[in-house]
């Protein structure tokens, strides 16, 4: 027993100083058994230590974009509803007013031209189907100088529906095509009673009255036209003639 003592303190002070050596920090396993007494091969992966201790094999993290995309600027009323058309009549009153308030107070004539191309995109639905394909046929009709046949369409459409004001409008250029200008006159009446800033009704009644010298009245209404749409094409010139013929002003 005495023999085995000093045996035990030699062994005890050699593997305190061989676990303080570099070599055997670096051949130590991470179970702490010994290894192979090798240092590890350079581009071996320490399982035992970070991916910064092992930059061949670190894979830098990836930067994710965090800034903000700016937002979309909101879609103009008249985009908005013609992407979401009313459903209801009142509710397809209202976009309607809507959208002649802001052709009235349009910026410049392109945003002019593309309200009012909403506006009469609306002027041509939203009484049903059979007055939808009545109207179509109509218009193929007349196209096709067929002007017999686009009024019996046209008739079919204003009995169907007498509150279509875009149904009196077409028979009412019809009518006008035919040299019927007391029945077209009618129509244009009933289109405006129906819908008063039916800018196309404005115009045609204004042509009309200048036509049978009534130049007073296709002033009065072609001024009511500009009221509605500014921007229609050649407005402020024939309102100078009209103001010249009917009122002595302008030169």
């Known amino acids: 027993m005495k023999t085995r003592i000093p045996v035990l303190k030699a062994l005890l002070v050699a593997s305190s100083t061989l676990a303080a050596s570099p070599a055997f920090a670096q051949d130590a396993a991470p179970n702490g058994e010994l290894g192979t007494g090798q240092p590890p091969a350079q581009n071996e992966r320490r399982p035992d230590l970070p991916d910064a201790a092992n930059p061949d094999q670190a894979t830098p993290p990836s930067k994710k974009n965090t800034a903000k995309k700016p937002e ?13 058309p009313p459903k209801s009549p009142k509710a397809r009153a209202d976009a309607m007013a809507n959208l002649y308030a ?11 031209q593309e309200i009012s191309g909403v506006i009469e995109r609306f002027w041509l639905f939203g009484h049903g189907d059979t007055v939808a394909v009545l109207m179509q046929r109509g218009s193929q009709a007349m196209a096709q100088k067929k002007e017999e046949l686009a009024l019996k369409f046209f008739d079919a459409v ?13 028979r ?9 200008f007391a029945r077209a006159m009618g129509d244009l009446r009933r289109v405006l009673a129906l819908d008063p800033n039916h800018y196309k009704a404005l115009e045609g009644l204004s042509r009309m009255l200048e036509e049978t010298g009534q130049k007073a009245g296709a002033l009065a209404a072609h001024r009511q036209l500009m009221a509605v749409n500014p921007f229609w094409p050649g407005a402020n010139e024939r309102l100078r003639e009209l103001e010249r013929e009917a009122e002595g002003q302008g030169i």
């Open 72 to 84: 979309a600027p909101p879609l103009p009323y008249h985009k908005k509803v013609l992407l979401d």
């Open 102 to 112: 802001l052709l009235a107070t349009a910026d410049d004539e392109k945003s002019g």
């Open 158 to 170: 204003v009995e169907l529906a007498p509150d279509y004001a875009e149904g009196w409008h077409q």
């Open 172 to 180: 009412a250029v019809l009518n006008y095509s035919q040299n019927n």
